[in-house]
């Protein structure tokens, strides 16, 4: 099994996980060209500056929110994307999106305020469901 890390300094692109493409189609239909996802410097900083002290917090789950979200599912106002959910102290959310040029990135990562009502109502309404292999 490969290990990924993040360094949440980083100037160039990183490769931060992989996704099962095949899990991913099978629980949101959607599907992807390749499994490895990509976080630009310009994204980590995006974070840092809209999302304080989440990618410090938590950063370090990025490989393992991809490979093993607790949740996933559809943003229906984002085409091609997915969003990975890992409950921990906080309930943080991993917005992946795939680039028409074919590669997987990460666009945000930030906290689910009121997250128990949020995961909730969006499990209700199937825009997300419990993630299984």
């Known amino acids: 099994m490969e290990s990924y890390n993040i360094n ?10 992989k996704l099962n493409i095949e899990s991913i189609k099978r629980l949101t239909g959607i599907n992807f060209p390749v499994a490895e996802v990509q976080i630009y410097p310009g994204a980590i900083r995006h974070i840092k500056r809209e999302h304080p002290g989440i990618i410090e917090q938590y950063g370090h789950l ?3 929110m991809i490979s093993h979200p607790d949740y996933v599912g559809k943003n229906p106002t984002v085409p091609n994307s997915v969003e990975l959910i890992k409950v921990v102290t906080d309930t943080v959310l991993l917005a ?9 990135y990460i666009f945000s990562f930030y906290d689910l305020n009121n997250a128990a009502v949020k995961l909730e109502k969006r499990l209700r309404s199937k825009r997300l469901v419990q993630y299984v292999e």
């Open 8 to 17: 949440i300094n980083a100037t160039d692109v990183q490769i931060v996980g």
């Open 62 to 64: 990025i490989p393992e």
């Open 96 to 104: 992946i999106k795939l680039d028409p040029a074919g590669y997987l």
